[in-house]
T-cell receptor, first 113, second 115 residues
Framework: DADVTQTPRNRITKTGKRIMLECSQT?????MYWYRQDPGLGLRLIYY???????NKGEISDGYSVSRQAQAKFSLSLESAIPNQTALYFC????????????FGSGTRLTVV | AQKVTQAQTEISVVEKEDVTLDCVYE???????LFWYKQPPSGELVFLIR??????QNEISGRYSWNFQKSTSSFNFTITASQVVDSAVYFC????????????FGKGITLSVRP
């Protein structure tokens, strides 16, 4: 099994629908992140969590919310999806000492029509 | 605030050519980490290298090499004798070591290697 698992891998949804992207990890890492990738824009940070009780907005949090249900689970929600949220979403984890690097999930490709 | 600039957006080379991908970063921290990731057409992110700010030694791994120069805030990546399988998007990223440290990515460079 992958260290960081994202579900679903692909999703097509309609404008206005609520959708949740899920991320679970077996690394035992405290820190979890959600990034969004758009062509030509790189990966941009949406939300991050340094522990279960610590949730922080990233640079592009508008239109998104998150929930850290447990150390191992970090979900990203789009309350009312819009077409410009069509993107590739990545979940990542890290230890507190970031010199050990990051572990990324395989990504969720979301299309909002 | 930290920033990573990958000025090249797309590079196209013919197989066996050498190619250098540029990365320039900005940070106020004295301790930080630099990364390169590869994203093949399948979409996953593949970790290539991590380098801390105190280690300016160049690194070579097979056909890949990295040149870190603090004086110019650059961490460039060279692929020697490129192959078609090197075709991918390559991201440079920076992580400081403050209490709220996060990984900041550049916009990526799309490398196409033609047979």
């Amino acid at each position: 099994d992958a260290d960081v698992t994202q579900t679903p891998r692909n999703r097509i949804t309609k404008t206005g629908k609520r959708i949740m992207l899920e991320c679970s990890q077996t690394k035992g890492h405290d820190r979890m992140y959600w990034y969004r990738q758009d062509p030509g824009l790189g990966l941009r940070l949406i939300y991050y969590s340094f522990d279960v009780k610590d949730i922080n907005k990233g640079e592009i949090s508008d239109g998104y919310s998150v929930s850290r249900q447990a150390q191992a689970k970090f979900s990203l929600s789009l309350e009312s999806a819009i077409p410009n949220q069509t993107a590739l979403y990545f979940c990542a984890t890290s230890e507190r000492q970031v010199n050990y690097g990051y572990t990324f999930g395989s990504g969720t490709r979301l299309t909002v029509v | 605030a930290q920033k990573v600039t990958q000025a090249q957006t797309e590079i196209s080379v013919v197989e066996k050519e050498d190619v250098t991908l540029d990365c320039v970063y900005e940070t106020r921290d004295t301790t930080y980490y630099l990364f390169w990731y590869k994203q093949p057409p399948s979409g996953e992110l593949v970790f290539l290298i991590r380098r801390n700010s105190f280690d300016e030694q160049n690194e070579i791994s097979g056909r890949y090499s990295w040149n870190f120069q603090k004086s110019t805030s650059s961490f460039n990546f060279t692929i020697t004798a490129s192959q078609v399988v090197d075709s991918a998007v390559y991201f440079c990223a920076l992580n400081d070591t403050g209490a709220n440290s996060k990984l900041t990515f550049g916009k990526g460079i799309t490398l196409s290697v033609r047979p």
